[in-house]
């Protein structure tokens, strides 16, 4: 088994993929900015579906034998 540290080398090195073409500098930023993007937008949707949401409570004047806290 390949040590972890090597698998890296192992990626970059030239002709270690047969049949992928080369990745412009560009297009790989562009490809990393999009996934930066996409994860925090991720995130945002999550944290905004997830918060309590506070809602009012309705009051009326009635006295309630059994729950003390509503009268």
Request: net charge positive; charged share 10%.
């Amino acid at each position: 088994m390949i040590p972890p540290g090597n698998i890296l080398l192992l990626l970059l090195l030239p002709g270690s993929c047969s049949g992928c073409g080369p990745l412009s500098l560009p297009l790989l930023a562009g490809l990393v900015a999009t996934d930066a993007v996409v994860s925090l937008l991720i995130v945002v949707v999550v944290f905004v579906c997830a918060r309590p949401r506070s809602r009012p409570t309705q009051e009326d004047g009635n006295v309630y034998i059994n729950m003390p806290s509503r009268g």
